[in-house]
Structures are given as C-alpha cells and as structure tokens.
C-alpha cells in the first residue's frame, strides 16, 4: 500500500514541526493545499506535531536536568564526542 500524496504530504507538515524546520514547514502545507489537503487538515497536523515536540522537549529537559545533577566535574574530558562539535 502506497500512501497517498495528501496523507504524505500531512506527515511531513509534522516532520517540519518537529525539525522546527520552517522553510520545511512552508513548502509541505503548499504542497499539501496541492495535494488536496484542506485547511482543518493541516492545522491539525500542526496541532499534533506541536503536541508530539512539546512532549519530547518536556522529556528531554527533564533528563538535562538530571544530567546535570549526576555528571562528574569534567565530564566529557575523556574524549568521548557525540558527533555534534
């Protein structure tokens, strides 16, 4: 089964939200206006996506803080790197 271009479309109006991707974000919902998608659709999907973000974000802040209150004074000396510098 091959989703179509709408719901496609949909999910990655999500996606962007998510990425915090604006340019992203403004060329799905063209796309998906395009692609058939009406407007309650797509203010849906945002609505979704911004709850999914809210939740992770809350999630995540959550663990940053307990990181912060267990890590050992120089931590991140000993040449462990995760990608991100």
Known sequence: MKLDDRITELI?????VTANCQPCLKYHVDK??????????IAQAIEVAQ????????????????????????????GEVCGCR
């Open 51 to 78: 709850m999914v973000r809210k939740g992770a974000a809350a999630k995540m802040d959550t663990f940053a803080s307990a990181m912060s209150k267990t890590a050992p004074a120089g931590a991140g000396a000993s």
């Open 12 to 16: 990655a109006i999500g996606s962007s």
């Open 32 to 41: 998906a206006l395009e692609s058939g998608a009406r407007d309650i659709e």
